[in-house]
């Protein structure tokens, strides 16, 4: 299954991925119920999670929902820390989450837009550098993980902050490299292998470090960055397979 997922991940274009992965998580949970792991958005146990990237990493794809660390950790912060799921908001969610998507859509207290470049399954097509809406329209943008895929990240990190309403706020998750003070990035890399050894995957074009939160303010945005995480404890880490280190970067406007 290792082998599969990382062959899966590294050769299949995302839009494929995300029309043919509800069938083959229908599929693969059979083979995974169990009682060691619990995912907090589909509300099911496994034995153990699915492996997941470009080196297959053990025990971290939600076989029912496809969540992954990320994911889970910002549903439980949504839902201990947010109204969110209560208040009227309107929301935009860039490059939705498939783990999220049906269950964001059900919530009647929200407006709920999707938008993406290229995703089948998102309500407008556009460019996060170019983004198709009048200023101050949304409450609430979620972007996780698409910030290290745009070309010009100040641009669209700026057009995020522009539709923001005053008093809203966006999260936006990408990869740190902990290692890294700042954020390494060299626009005459362009080869795909050579991106991956540089910036952790192929179609990367940052490796982002512990400047992130600063970035995001030149833009405008008041950055909370925010250790939720920490406040859970070992065993619900583990339980629900979480990052203990990750740390979730709310921007305000």
């Not at 949504?78 to 998507?101: D, G, M, R, W, Y």
């Not at 049906?102 to 996060?128: C, M, Q, W």
């Not at 745009?150 to 522009?162: F, G, Q, V």
């Amino acid at each position: 299954m290792r082998k599969f997922i990382t062959f899966v991940v590294r050769k299949i274009p995302r839009p494929i991925l995300i029309r043919f992965s509800f069938i083959f998580s229908k599929i693969v949970t059979l083979f995974y119920k169990g009682n060691n792991h619990e995912c907090p958005i589909c509300e099911n146990k496994f034995r153990k999670m699915l492996p997941y990237g470009n080196k297959g990493a053990i025990n971290r794809l939600c076989p029912s929902c496809l969540s992954l660390e990320r994911h889970r950790l910002i549903w439980l912060y949504l839902k201990e820390k947010t109204a969110f799921f209560t208040e009227n908001l309107k929301v935009l969610h860039i490059a939705p989450e498939q783990s999220f998507l049906k269950r964001f859509k059900a919530l009647g207290n929200l407006d709920y837009t999707t938008g993406d470049l290229e995703s089948p399954i998102v309500d407008v097509h556009f460019d996060i550098q170019n983004i198709p809406f009048e200023d101050n329209t949304f409450d609430v943008v979620m972007a996780n993980h698409v910030l290290e895929h745009i070309p010009d990240e100040y641009k669209a990190t700026s057009e995020l902050y522009r539709i923001l309403k005053p008093g809203g706020w966006a999260i936006l998750q990408v990869p740190i490299n902990p290692n890294f003070k700042e954020t390494y990035e060299d626009k005459s890399i362009t080869d795909p292998k050579e991106r991956e050894k540089h910036f952790g995957q192929y179609d990367h074009l940052r490796y982002h470090g512990l400047d992130y939160a600063s970035r995001l303010e030149k833009s405008g945005f008041t950055v909370d960055s925010n250790i939720f995480v920490k406040e859970l404890g070992e065993e619900l880490v583990e339980k629900y397979r979480l990052h203990i280190n990750e740390t979730i970067y709310i921007a305000k406007k």
